[in-house]
Structures are given as C-alpha cells and as structure tokens.
C-alpha cells in the first residue's frame, strides 16, 4: 500500500471577498494583496453591481466595502448581505468622520471598520480570525439527575 502524496489530497477552496471600491488604483492594489495571500477576489466599483454580484452569485465570505460608493452607501451592501445565508463577515472601509457616520454599525450589520490609509496586516488579522466562524455556544452543563445515571432529564 502505497501513501498518498502531497498532491493526491484536493485543495481547499479559497475563501472568497466581495471587494466594492470605486477607486480603481485602491480597489487593484487590494485585490493583487488580497489574492497573494490566497483569497479569490472579486471586485466591483459601486454599488449597483456589489448588490447584483450578492443577487446572483454564491454568498461570499466577506464583503469588503466603501463607505462613501458613487451611487449608495456602502451600509446599503452591508444590508443585503447580511441578509445571505451563509450571512458573510462585513468590512466597512471609510476616509471619512467614524464617529459621525458609524455610531450604529451594528444595527447595519458591519463586523470591522478599517479607516483610509488601510492597514493590510490588521485587515489580514481580521480575516483570519473571521473565518474561523462564529463562537459556538457555551454548552449546558449536565443536570444533576443525568450526571449521577438516573437518565436524561
């Protein structure tokens, strides 16, 4: 019997970023950075087409998204895509006043906000941890009646 080798066993498939930016120069850089530490990125430079992109295509796993776009606001795609099941972990990437515009990010269902000039190893750290998922419930201890074998309770 032979052992399998490193190639025998399937990749697993990256995790995948909407990217909505309308600035072109901003929006390329973080897509080469995004897609050389192995996501698969797909970009879009307003908001009509991030909601279309969450309309008709899988849901992502994170949604990376300016704030100030040319035809919505970015917490409009938040919206919709905290509506998705899987629902995706959401980024909201600003230049703008934090405490004026953001005060309510979680009635918007916005996970981080990273501020202009973006940090790439914080927004890294953010993802990594992101896609360990969701803390589990802390789990019920046993009854007193099961733990001493009488039964479920």
């Given at each position: 019997?032979?052992?399998?080798?490193?190639?025998?066993?399937?990749?697993?498939?990256?995790?995948?970023?909407?990217l909505?930016?309308?600035?072109?120069?901003?929006?390329?850089?973080?897509?080469?950075?995004?897609?050389?530490?192995?996501y698969?990125?797909?970009?879009?430079?307003?908001?009509?087409?991030?909601?279309?992109?969450?309309?008709t295509?899988?849901?992502?796993?994170?949604?990376?998204?300016?704030?100030?776009?040319?035809?919505?606001?970015?917490?409009?795609?938040?919206?919709?895509a905290?509506?998705?099941?899987?629902?995706?972990?959401?980024?909201?990437?600003?230049?703008?006043?934090?405490?004026?515009?953001?005060?309510d990010?979680?009635?918007?269902?916005?996970?981080?906000?990273?501020?202009?000039?973006?940090?790439?190893?914080?927004?890294?750290?953010?993802?990594?941890?992101?896609?360990?998922?969701?803390?589990?419930?802390?789990?019920?201890?046993?009854?007193?009646?099961?733990?001493?074998g009488?039964?479920?309770?």
């Open positions: 019997m032979s052992t399998p080798e490193a190639g025998d066993f399937p990749k697993p498939k990256p995790e995948r970023i909407l909505v930016e309308d600035n072109d120069a901003v929006g390329q850089g973080l897509s080469r950075f995004l897609i050389a530490m192995g698969e990125v797909h970009i879009v430079i307003d908001g009509a087409s991030a909601l279309e992109f969450l309309r295509s899988p849901p992502p796993d994170f949604v990376l998204t300016d704030l100030r776009l040319p035809d919505l606001d970015g917490r409009e795609v938040a919206l919709t905290r509506q998705l099941v899987p629902p995706p972990r959401i980024a909201l990437i600003t230049g703008w006043d934090l405490e004026r515009d953001l005060h990010r979680a009635s918007w269902g916005i996970d981080w906000i990273f501020t202009k000039p973006l940090n790439v190893d914080e927004l890294l750290s953010k993802l990594r941890e992101g896609s360990k998922g969701p803390v589990p419930p802390k789990v019920q201890p046993l009854s007193p009646s099961y733990e001493g009488e039964g479920i309770p």
